[in-house]
């Protein structure tokens, strides 16, 4: 077991700083086509809306990236957490929705002119699976925090931002005022900022762990 422990410990510590960057990345770039892409109104578009167009390759790029990051930062948690905290269901939902995830941008770049019937259906189900899967991830692995002592203080702002942003999934699906574009990407922006967060807590939680090795 120690002789895979520094190797894990560097596992966790490359998948916290893929899923920072990611997460930084895509705020970045997404933030930015909000101002520079003036021919959409940014308070109606959802953010696929910006997939085509001007910029449209840069931003499918960056979805593919963050999709590689939410990989990571599954992976990571996974590695990171004692035993008893680890679950496969949260990686396998993130993993999922990652794929999804990169299934929109992928999609979105040349399926529109072969197949635009197909595209539909495709970036539909594609951005819907993204959605529920990863938003589903994030309350699974939120609830594992508890069973980690050295996780256990991070749960209740783990369980509480998960919650608000499934809550908001189902308002912004369900509730016809809530369909607006801002509010899809203040939902985007939710889950990424707790990607960023979730990042930082293990590129921390290695730190301690590197530390508490070399004594």
Not at 37 to 52: E, G, V
Not at 56 to 69: E, I, K, N, Q
Not at 123 to 151: K, P, Y
Request: a positive charge.
């Amino acid at each position: 077991m120690s002789d895979t422990a520094p190797l894990y410990r560097g596992a966790a510590r490359l998948a916290a700083r893929l899923a920072i960057l990611g997460a930084l990345l895509f705020l970045g770039v997404a933030g930015g086509l909000q101002l520079v892409r003036d021919d959409l109104a940014w308070q109606q578009a959802t953010l696929s809306q910006y997939l085509r167009g001007p910029y449209g390759l840069l931003l499918r790029t960056t979805y593919c990236l963050l999709a590689v990051a939410i990989v990571a930062l599954a992976m990571g948690l996974y590695v990171q957490l004692a035993p008893r905290a680890r679950s496969a269901a949260p990686v396998l939902l993130l993993c999922t929705g990652a794929l999804a995830l990169a299934g929109v941008a992928i999609g979105d770049s040349w399926l529109p002119q072969v197949a635009p019937d197909f595209h539909l259906m495709f970036h539909h189900v594609c951005a819907i699976t993204a959605f529920l899967c990863v938003v589903s991830g994030m309350v699974m692995q939120a609830w594992r925090f508890r069973l980690d002592a050295a996780w256990r203080r991070h749960f209740p702002l783990a369980a509480t931002w998960s919650a608000a942003c499934f809550a908001l999934l189902w308002v912004h699906a369900l509730w016809s005022p809530a369909g607006r574009g801002w509010v899809q990407k203040l939902l985007i922006a939710l889950i990424v900022a707790a990607m960023l967060l979730a990042g930082t807590w293990l590129h921390q939680a290695a730190r301690r762990a590197d530390g508490g090795a070399g004594r």
